[in-house]
């Protein structure tokens, strides 16, 4: 009996293994590939956090590249102290045409699209938004997605190098919107309750969904009110600014 319980250890031990050699192994080889159809690969290091930039775009501008890079040493270490410090400290950005959306960050590696590149040059903080993916690294299940996409537009909006420059700001409040609109509307909703309800909020949320914590007490458990409560009061009374 104890024996064959050891022997199931050992197995379930050397399964656990295998499995994350595996995954560690098709995260590099999905690297090997991008690296084959590179046309310039660099490394770049600064104090805690290595970066290495595999660019595929034969014209991407080389200035752009420059500020991506600048935006990524400023802005990642200021997140990984803020919300998550034990968040990786190696960080892959890959620059690839075949890559259809805007930007996509998972598992250390964000991809970005060049062509969005070329029509908004000055949108650099799209690095704040997608290295806070990193940061906040949430397992799967963890809630849900409109908190995710909230939390790194708020982090843009607070943390941005230049969103003035890229012209990005949090829309206006209006009556057709709701919390789990996500992203920019989220995000305005976020400051608003750090403004005026309890500051602090949004490193607790982070930290909850982190640990697969969170569910909608977390509102009335953080600030004293429910998440609806909170959302009509932002309603009747939205201002950020003064
Ligand atoms: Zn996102």
């Keep these: 009996m104890h024996t064959s319980t050891f022997k199931t250890c050992l197995l379930l031990i050397f399964l656990c293994i295998q499995s994350q050699l595996l995954r560690a192994q098709n995260r590099w080889d999905a690297i090997d590939e991008d690296i084959k159809g590179a046309t310039a690969v660099d490394t770049i290091k600064q104090g805690k956090y290595s970066l290495i930039f ?13 500020r991506l890079v600048e935006v990524f040493f400023i802005n990642y270490p200021k997140e990984a102290k803020l919300y998550n410090k034990k968040t990786t400290r190696k960080v892959v950005f890959i620059v ?12 250390g590696i964000v991809r970005f699209n060049p062509a969005w590149f070329k029509k908004n040059p000055g949108d650099v903080d799209v690095v704040t938004h997608e290295v806070m993916h990193l940061v906040q690294s949430y397992p799967s299940g963890a ?10 537009d708020y982090v843009r909006f607070t943390l941005g190098v230049d969103n003035e420059g890229a012209n990005w700001e949090l829309p206006e ?3 057709k919107q709701s919390y789990e609109n996500a992203y920019r509307i989220t995000a305005r909703f976020f400051y608003w309750v750090e403004r005026n309800v309890k500051k602090g909020t949004i490193k607790k949320l982070d930290k909850a969904m ?15 009110k429910s998440l609806q409560s909170l959302w009509e009061e932002y309603s009747r009374k939205p201002t950020i600014s003064g």
């Design 210 to 224: 982190r640990e697969k914590v969170y569910a909608e007490t977390f509102w009335e458990k953080t600030t004293g």
């Design 96 to 107: 690839d045409p075949a890559y259809e959306g805007v930007a996509a960050a998972a598992s």
């Design 143 to 152: 809630g849900p997605g409109w908190i995710t996409e909230g939390i790194a």
């Design 54 to 66: 595999i660019n595929k775009s034969p014209d991407f501008d080389t200035a752009v590249k420059k």
């Design 173 to 175: 409040f209006s009556e």
